[in-house]
């Protein structure tokens, strides 16, 4: 089966991205496919199809801890798909999986290790991606809303895990009207309740 995708050969501005026709790819263990109705793009994707350094060089020190890796050649880092975070249906399910079933309305993030990372990229029309990268959509957000959650979740979720937040800090999250920021601050709510300050710009209140 053919599907589209947005994907680039070499680094550069938007002007490198080319609609391109694929064969869609079997599944393996533990995968699911995915009909894609909505992409969240982020600054990171914009970043890694630049070929921005600081992730070029995160690349770098992520292929010295597996040596299988050292001799790849440039051209191996393409084809390259754009945008992680997605939401759509479940289209069909691969062996191993547990959690999910076909018609299912989900969304996720593709993960990769830290970098350029994966090839893979949620701007086509149908994904394959493995069950522990996506969750069961809410019935109370549309799938709009939900293909921006991804990103932003697990750089809160990261984060708070790394300071080891628990019911007894106090938070202050500054410009909290953004995509981390809000979720930070239903994260901290649900944790903390009452001892959490807010940080507002002005000029974002009318987004809250």
């Not at 026709?21 to 599944?27: G, K, Q």
């Not at 992409?39 to 600081?54: H, Q, R, T």
Request: glycine fraction near 8%; aromatic fraction near 8%.
């Amino acid at each position: 089966m053919v599907i589209k995708a947005i994907q680039y050969n070499h680094f550069g501005d938007e002007k490198v991205l080319e609609l391109v026709n694929i064969t869609s790819e079997p599944l393996e263990m533990n995968q699911v496919r995915v009909a894609v109705f909505a992409v969240g793009l982020n600054p990171v994707d914009y970043k890694a199809f630049k070929g921005a350094k600081p992730l070029r060089f995160l690349t770098f020190l992520t292929k010295l801890k597996q040596p299988d890796r050292w001799f790849e050649s440039k051209s191996s880092l393409f084809p390259r798909g754009v945008a992680r975070d997605f939401a759509g249906f479940i289209t069909e399910i691969g062996e191993g999986v547990s959690r999910f079933s076909v018609g299912d309305k989900v969304f996720g993030t593709i993960i990769s290790d830290p970098g350029l990372g994966t090839k893979r990229g949620a701007l086509a029309t149908e994904i394959c991606v493995s069950e522990s990268e996506i969750a069961l959509k809410p019935d109370n957000i549309d799938m709009y809303h939900a293909a921006t959650m991804g990103v932003a979740s697990l750089t809160v979720g990261g984060a708070f895990r790394r300071i080891n937040l628990n019911s007894k800090d106090v938070v202050v999250i500054s410009a909290a009207s953004g995509g981390i920021g809000s979720i930070a601050v239903q994260y901290s709510m649900r944790l903390l309740r009452e001892q959490l300050l807010l940080v507002l710009r002005a000029r974002r209140m009318q987004n809250i």
